[in-house]
């Protein structure tokens, strides 16, 4: 079983920045291809990023391109979601999530492994 782990989320003001941070102990996040997915309150889970195994391309929702950055760090076996511009509707719990699979999926149903996910709170 593969454990996902996210941090860096937390509280900024809109316009503000936040980095995530997406690892697994003991494990190698090429493997798998990897996307940000967030929830927000009374709301379906939705595709934010993903990026393919070596990093080849990356897919964004309409609502975040242009503003978030999805990324790998293979040296440091992380996946990152660079926020830039956020918005008080970007607020919500965003998960890390991983798929057996060349291409990534925006269904939420496609993914075989989640993090906890990690609160992000945007004030207005």
């Known amino acids: 079983q593969v454990q996902l782990v996210e941090s860096g989320g937390g509280f900024v003001q809109a316009g503000g920045s936040l980095r995530l941070s997406c690892t697994t102990p003991?494990?190698?996040?090429?493997?798998?291809?990897m996307s940000w997915f967030r929830q927000a309150p009374g709301k379906e889970r939705e595709f934010v990023a993903a990026?393919?195994?070596?990093?080849?391309?990356?897919h964004y929702a309409s609502s975040v391109k242009g503003r978030f950055a999805i990324a790998r760090d293979i040296a440091k076996n992380t996946v990152t979601l660079q926020m830039n511009s956020l918005k008080p509707e970007d607020t919500a719990v965003y998960y890390c999530?991983?798929?057996?699979?060349?291409?990534?999926?925006?269904?939420?149903?496609?993914?075989?492994?989640w993090g906890q996910g990690t609160q992000v709170t945007v004030s207005s």
């Open positions: 990026i393919t195994r070596i990093g080849m391309s990356t």
């Open positions: 999530a991983g798929r057996n699979a060349y291409y990534p999926t925006r269904e939420s149903s496609g993914y075989d492994y």
């Open positions: 003991g494990g190698n996040l090429t493997s798998y291809t």
